[in-house]
């Protein structure tokens, strides 16, 4: 009988892709099945993002899911709870179909995340010479700083006296730290931090999984509820970095954190987008032409 074939549909962002890339390569592994990837969500994706196979695994297998095909089934999340836990297929079972984001705390496999920082730096290992690159790495204290807000706001974002009130504990203890922000609002986070820190600066190469591959280099994280960051994090953690991170991770009933329990845990930093009353009271004023 020829080998079971999983077939990973790839979706969303950098981070939520790399948790699906990690998951699938994990449960290959366990089934010794080939792995194939199904990347046709990105030719319609809303936002224009695009699949980052190609870098990471320029060899890999290329299929479309069809769930209509003999001995085909689907596997979404919830099944499974942990990336040891035995998954029991039909006997007729020719192909697996995963579907979801794959991101609870207990299906990452330590192995596959060693597997896929190797990976990331095959291909981006040019950046250790770019000026970024070599300032980090000769950095004493290098410290990832990440910010998120671009469309976030319905997941809820970090509040940002949360990686101010960080950074300043970091500085307390750690005077020679050197911060290296990265954001997807560049301008709003050089106006947040000013000129409060002496060791600042806001490396960009333009490209998102570079930036992913630079900040990875840091050897301490304040990260944002982003599995952007969480994936730098994690990788750095191959090498004994230390990480702060918000308690919650969305604002969504039932919704859960990947970030590991030894991780430096903040509770209470996730807010929702939230109105100000005395702004409406103003603006109903002024509408109803008593100003």
């Keep these: 009988m020829a080998a079971l074939q999983i077939i990973n549909h790839l ?16 449960l290959a592994e ?9 990347v046709g969500y990105f030719t319609a994706d809303p936002y224009g993002r695009t699949s980052i196979l190609s870098r990471l695994e320029p060899d890999a297998a290329i299929g479309v899911a069809r769930l209509d095909a003999p001995g085909t089934y689907l596997l979404r999340d919830g099944v499974l709870h942990h990336h040891q836990d035995l998954l029991q297929l039909p006997a007729d079972a020719q192909q697996l179909v995963l579907d979801g984001y794959w991101q609870t705390r207990d299906l990452i496999d330590p192995a596959a995340v060693a597997a896929l920082r190797q990976r990331l730096r095959m291909q981006c290992a040019a950046l250790d010479g770019t000026p970024a690159g070599t300032r980090i790495r000769s950095a004493r204290y290098p410290t990832a700083i990440h910010l998120r807000g671009h469309d976030y706001a319905h997941m809820g974002v970090c509040r940002p006296e949360y990686y101010l009130a960080c950074m300043d504990a970091l500085v307390r203890q750690f005077p020679d730290s050197h911060f290296f922000v990265f954001s997807d609002q560049p301008n709003a986070t050089r106006a947040l931090f000013g000129q409060r820190y002496a060791n600042l600066e806001f490396p960009a190469t333009g490209d998102d999984l570079d930036d992913l591959y630079l900040m990875s280099l840091c050897r301490r994280f304040v990260i944002s509820n982003s599995t952007y960051s969480w994936w730098a994090a994690r990788l750095a953690e191959v090498d004994g970095a230390s990480v ?3 308690a919650e991770w969305v604002l969504q009933p039932d ?17 929702a987008l939230q109105t100000d009353p005395s702004v409406q009271t103003l603006i109903g004023a002024f509408l109803a032409g008593r100003l």
């Design 11 to 26: 979706k969303g962002g950098i981070g939520n892709q790399l948790f699906q890339i990690c998951f699938g390569h994990a």
């Design 244 to 246: 702060i991170a918000p």
């Design 30 to 38: 366990r089934l010794a099945a080939r792995l194939t990837y199904d």
């Design 255 to 271: 919704a859960s954190s990947p970030c590991p329990a030894h991780w430096t845990l903040v509770p209470g930093v996730v807010q």
